[in-house]
């Protein structure tokens, strides 16, 4: 009897052995399975989104530059108003000096007309 029983723990740690080499011979192959099957699941979606975030990325970068551009537009336009009072007041200037140049011209054509009737 004691033989017997010798046998089946002797059995029962030989399963139990067994089924844990099985396990741990096989569990790291699994997990790299799964994990394989996640990447390749994921990846075209993963892909897919850095394809979007970069095309995001030159959408953005074109919009600050043209965002820098109109401040500096801007800015140049600010600092150009001296530029534009000094146009203002050659213009003045100019009107004012034709109107005399006209004025003058307006006598001396009626200053001719007025001699060639006497």
């Known amino acids: 009897m004691e033989d017997q029983e010798m046998q089946l723990k002797v059995r029962?740690?030989?399963?139990?052995f067994t089924e844990s080499m099985y396990v741990l011979a096989n569990?790291?192959?699994v997990a790299l399975y799964r994990l394989q099957e996640h990447v390749r699941r994921s990846l075209p979606?993963?892909?897919?989104?850095?394809?979007?975030?970069?095309?995001?990325?030159?959408?953005?970068?074109?919009?600050?530059y043209t965002v820098e551009y109109a401040c500096s537009a801007v800015k140049?336009?600010?600092?150009?108003s001296l530029y534009f009072k000094n146009i203002d007041g050659l213009l003045r200037q100019t009107?004012?000096?034709?109107?005399?140049?006209s004025?003058?011209?307006?006598?001396?054509?009626?200053?001719?007309?007025?001699?060639?009737?006497?």
Not at 76 to 80: D, G, H, L, P, R
Not at 103 to 118: C, N
């Open 45 to 64: 979606e993963l892909v897919q989104h850095k394809t979007d975030m970069q095309s995001w990325e030159e959408q953005s970068q074109g919009a600050i």
């Open 12 to 16: 029962r740690v030989t399963d139990k």
């Open 95 to 101: 009107i004012s000096m034709k109107e005399q140049i």
């Open 103 to 118: 004025s003058s011209q307006g006598r001396h054509i009626y200053l001719t007309f007025t001699s060639l009737k006497m």
């Open 76 to 80: 140049s336009m600010t600092n150009s």
């Open 27 to 29: 569990e790291p192959s």
